[in-house]
């Protein structure tokens, strides 16, 4: 390929790479990728479906042998009167500058869109995921593929639940949280009630005396149901439970307690979709 757009590159100091520098884990948990207004995109799939999703890409990095599967992607995104470039090089060169075996070949620096509004992310949603301060960014990422796939129209997260367009995160999802909208509440758990005002009813899961089974909010489902689901460990606040409606467990055999978060929510998702 041989664009203008794509920028040779074998010094890792080069000051416009700054971007990808060091995107270890610990690294990217450090950053304040959500106040630049930018997310990582790994993997050329996730890559292809932000743009796909209409978010705008600030840069590529590639692996050279990206460049022709990505040529419509890389294409699609330049704009008029501004050249997004596309950094290329080899792979060792990739892991030194970002920490880590890059062994899916592409990155992407991707401006991050703008959330909605509690109200609006919630004026026509029938099925709505909330997650409480859920902080392991795989579970959030493997809770979006399940609310992808199984029909949940919206999702919530509270302030201190991880952020869902973390790199890892999008990486598990699979790019699925570009195609299900969804917001960060700024008060909690008062963001529940404005839940609760849209017109939904809040089930919470979570281990009570008083809960409901699964199998009994499946026979006489809400029309509009949001599924309150907590952190992984500890489980939903008493303050978050106490904001919902009705509490509702999943049956266990074997003497197990409880599944993991995002276990749980496939789980919920698929017994309270629409039919």
């Known amino acids: 390929m041989s664009e203008p757009w794509v920028v040779r590159i074998d010094d890792v100091a080069d000051p416009r790479l700054e971007p990808y520098t060091r995107l270890t884990d610990?690294?990217?948990?450090q950053r304040k990728d959500t106040?630049?207004?930018?997310y990582v995109a790994e993997s050329s799939l996730v890559v292809r479906r932000a743009f796909e999703?209409?978010?705008?890409?600030?840069?590529?990095?590639?692996?050279?042998r990206w460049l022709e599967g990505l040529a419509d992607v890389i294409a699609g995104a330049q704009r008029p009167g501004e050249?997004?470039?596309?950094?290329?090089?080899?792979?060792?060169?990739?892991?030194?500058?970002?920490?880590?075996?890059?062994?899916?070949?592409?990155?992407?620096i991707v401006h991050r869109p703008a959330q909605p509004t509690i109200p609006e992310l919630l004026a026509s949603a029938r099925r709505v995921a909330i997650l409480?301060?859920?902080?392991?960014?795989?579970?959030?990422?493997?809770?979006?593929?399940?609310?992808?796939?199984?029909?949940?129209?919206?999702?919530?997260?509270?302030?201190?639940?991880?952020?869902?367009?973390?790199?890892?995160?999008?990486?598990?999802?699979?790019?699925a949280v570009f195609s299900i909208p969804w917001?960060?509440?700024?008060?909690?758990?008062?963001?529940?009630e404005t839940v609760r005002a849209a017109g939904l009813t809040l089930a919470a899961l979570a281990l009570d005396d008083d809960a409901v089974t699964l199998e009994a909010l499946e026979a006489d489902l809400p029309e509009r149901l949001a599924l309150v689901l907590g952190t992984e460990g500890p489980g939903l606040t008493p303050a978050a439970v106490e904001a919902c409606d009705l509490v509702v467990r999943i049956p266990m055999a074997r003497a197990v307690d409880s599944l993991n978060v995002a276990a749980a929510a496939s789980?919920?998702?698929?017994?309270t979709r629409l039919r």
Do not use: K, Q
């Open 26 to 29: 610990v690294a990217l948990r």
């Open 35 to 38: 106040a630049t207004g930018t």
């Open 132 to 175: 409480e301060d859920v902080t392991d960014h795989t579970n959030v990422g493997a809770i979006f593929r399940s609310a992808a796939a199984l029909g949940v129209d919206a999702v919530l997260v509270s302030p201190r639940c991880a952020d869902p367009l973390y790199r890892r995160a999008v990486r598990v999802s699979m790019g």
């Open 267 to 271: 789980v919920a998702f698929w017994a």
């Open 83 to 108: 050249t997004v470039p596309v950094f290329v090089g080899e792979p060792a060169t990739l892991e030194r500058l970002t920490g880590f075996h890059l062994h899916r070949g592409a990155l992407a």
């Open 183 to 192: 917001a960060r509440a700024e008060t909690w758990p008062a963001a529940l």
């Open 53 to 64: 999703a209409g978010h705008r890409i600030e840069s590529f990095l590639l692996a050279e």
